[in-house]
């Protein structure tokens, strides 16, 4: 490529020492397959451990948990391993060529762990809403007792039992052995026929969400056999110990991948393409969301090996993590290929682990950016709830039904989503432009305040609309809504990881280091901690509206039974009904965003390093590389 400018509104300068395009190409390639990868954990890993091969909720959440801990220590560690490494390659290149193959391999082992509940035969049960298959209950009848006990259910509260209709516990199977299924794939399950034990004797259960609530706590005290003693223990360590490293190989991945950006050129123009390319380019990798929706389209191949569904789930997420994560590494594999470090700082000085912590907390302008980015964590929730979300609210948790009645349904939904995509993934490509003109501190808080409109108006409009937001001009709104509050995170995005680069010029004017690792640990960090912090908030304002594990299940229940999730369990506003779960999740993407924002702008009001200064630093920097080249020479 020919020479560049600095890209500074201030001082103009050439460089020659840049990537081409090919590398430049290589290396978007390479993040598009690291963050499939991401999201294939970050979105699918939780619901595989508790819906899939169901480890209690509360194991999982300490693994969740002590990861995030270890993470804060984790990361500085793993930047400053980066930081010392010096190969023929440079310091960040030699991860990028050898790091995804084990990436591959540790993301790959969490869901090979084995079923902490193996269902029985007596999990496969349906409610029988014929009252007629057994019109009494008589003692001769194959049968079994169970209980309900509901602090918030309490009217089906009591003691229970459930006779299979056909005499037997036994599910059919075809000549070969194999299940038999439906026409929609499922295993057909065994009639139920449900008795409430009374005073008087035995009162048969016939309503329909009342009996399909009573055959899911049945299947949860009768129908799983949990592993006990060692055999527990050995599942919740694999899933613990795999997890976490996962989460220490992605980052010795993570950190050189970025950090290699401000050693792929000396021209912050181009670094700040790069970068704006990179964060658009890692929103591409949200494809590896779609994880936990087309995992269970594997189903029908395993059980025609004879699987029963549960176990034929576990295999279909199995494969899938294999398929997928196969596919990421062999993108991710470009980046080490292809980029060149060619900027090489001559005579660094050295530093140990702790040495690194207090120069991370001693770069004032890193620490500013390092508790931005922590304060504007709610921004994750849109993430964190967006499957959800659209699951309930846009298909009432059943996506074949509602298409087969809503026809408009795609187009609307694909209106929303062209508005989000295109503010997080176009509009970020201009923020390279706006640098050359504008300075960096006052584009990053523009974006931070001014983006808090749009995602605080998401929540109004949602009331505005009185819960529903599934016509065309409340549809055309969102979007317009969402393209914006996208805008803004893609663009602070690409200002952070910019920023970041900058403050690494900045800790080697002043102390002679370039810590590109340990700095951009500081990002993975961010990142990290974030959806600890996100998932938190969540959980808090669920708790208010009790969307917990209970409520899910009745509403589940209410759902089959023809009531609507836009006005179930609702609270009144302006004489229309609104459901207290969708306003709970609307209100979780807006407000809490909304108020991150506002306050991500706080450290950097008053940010200590200005363009000005960065780019007489940067060029000081090359003049002295220049002069110890010569020299060298």
């Known amino acids: 490529m020919g020479k560049k400018t600095s890209g500074s509104p201030l001082v103009k300068k050439d460089y020659s020492k840049t990537y081409t395009k090919k590398e430049l190409a290589g290396y978007l390639t390479g993040l598009a397959g690291q963050n499939i990868i991401y999201n294939i954990i970050a979105s699918g890993l939780a619901f595989y451990f508790q819906s899939v091969i169901f480890i209690p909720v509360a194991a999982y959440t300490a693994i969740f948990a002590i990861a995030r801990v270890w993470d804060a220590i984790n990361d500085p560690m793993m930047g400053t391993i980066v930081d010392k490494t010096k190969t023929k390659w440079g310091k960040c290149k030699p991860y990028l ?33 014929d009252a007629s298959v057994v019109a009494e209950y008589r003692e001769d009848l194959l049968h079994e007792e169970f209980t309900y006990e509901d602090a918030d259910n309490k009217e089906l509260n009591g003691a229970y039992v459930l006779v299979p209709a056909k005499g037997s516990w036994d599910l059919e199977k075809d000549e070969n052995g194999n299940y038999l299924v439906d026409d929609g794939g499922n295993m057909v ?6 008795f409430r034990v009374t005073d008087n004797g035995y009162e048969k259960v016939t309503d329909k969400t009342a009996g399909l609530t009573l055959v899911q706590r049945f299947q949860e005290e009768k129908g799983i056999e949990k592993k006990t003693g060692t055999r527990a223990v050995l599942i919740i360590a694999w899933a613990a110990l795999s997890y976490i490293l996962w989460g220490m190989t992605y980052t010795i991945g993570d950190i050189p991948l970025w950090g290699v950006t401000s050693l792929m050129t000396e021209s912050q123009e181009d670094r700040a393409k790069a970068l704006s390319l990179a964060r658009a380019v890692a929103n591409v990798g949200m494809i590896g969301t779609l994880f936990t929706m087309i995992a269970p389209s594997f189903n029908g191949i395993f059980m025609s090996k004879g699987m029963d569904q549960a176990h034929a789930l576990r295999y279909s997420y199995i494969t899938l993590a294999v398929v997928m994560t196969v596919f990421a590494t062999i993108l991710f594999q470009f980046a080490g290929f292809s980029v060149k ?19 991370m907390f001693g770069n004032k302008p890193f620490r500013q950016i390092l508790i931005s980015g922590i304060l504007r964590s709610p921004i994750q929730l849109l993430g964190i ?14 996506i074949g039904k509602t298409l087969a009645t809503d026809g408009t349904l795609i187009p609307k939904i694909a209106l929303l989503v062209v508005g989000l995509f295109g503010g997080m993934i176009v509009f970020p490509l201009f923020v390279p432009r706006l640098i050359g003109k504008i300075e960096k501190k006052r584009l990053y808080n523009f974006f931070s305040l001014v983006g808090a409109i749009p995602f605080a108006l998401i929540f109004v409009i949602f009331l505005a609309f009185k819960g529903n937001i599934l016509t065309w001009p409340a549809m055309a709104i969102m979007s317009v809504l969402f393209f914006m509050a996208g805008a803004s995170m893609g663009s602070l995005n690409v200002l952070q990881s910019v920023m970041i680069a900058d403050c690494v010029d900045y800790e080697e004017y002043h102390n002679g280091t370039r810590p590109d690792g340990v700095f951009f640990s500081g990002q993975s960090f961010i990142t990290k901690l974030s959806a600890g912090i996100a998932t938190l908030i969540s959980g808090a304002v669920y708790g208010v509206v009790g969307f917990s594990d209970s409520k899910i299940t009745l509403l589940n229940n209410a759902l089959i039974a023809g009531d609507n999730f836009k006005t179930y369990n609702p609270f009144t506003l302006g004489g229309a009904e609104i459901g207290k779960f969708a306003a709970a999740m609307f209100f979780l993407i807006s407000i809490p965003p909304a108020i991150g924002m ?15 200064e960065h780019t007489r630093m940067l060029d000081e920097l090359n003049a002295r590389r220049d002069a110890e080249s010569k020299d060298a020479e």
């Open 598 to 612: 506002i306050l991500a702008a706080i450290p950097t009001l008053k940010y200590a390093m200005t363009d000005k």
């Open 97 to 129: 060529l050898f790091v995804p193959v084990v990436i591959l391999v540790t993301t790959i082992l969490p869901f090979i762990n084995s079923m902490y509940a193996e269902p029985t035969d007596k999990y496969y049960v349906q409610f029988a809403e």
């Open 189 to 194: 399950k065994n009639d139920a026929v449900i």
């Open 385 to 398: 709830i967006a499957m959800t979300l659209i699951m309930y609210y846009f298909f009432n948790n059943d």
């Open 341 to 359: 470090e060619k900027v090489t700082p001559k005579n660094e000085k050295r530093y140990t682990i702790r040495e690194n912590f207090k120069i």
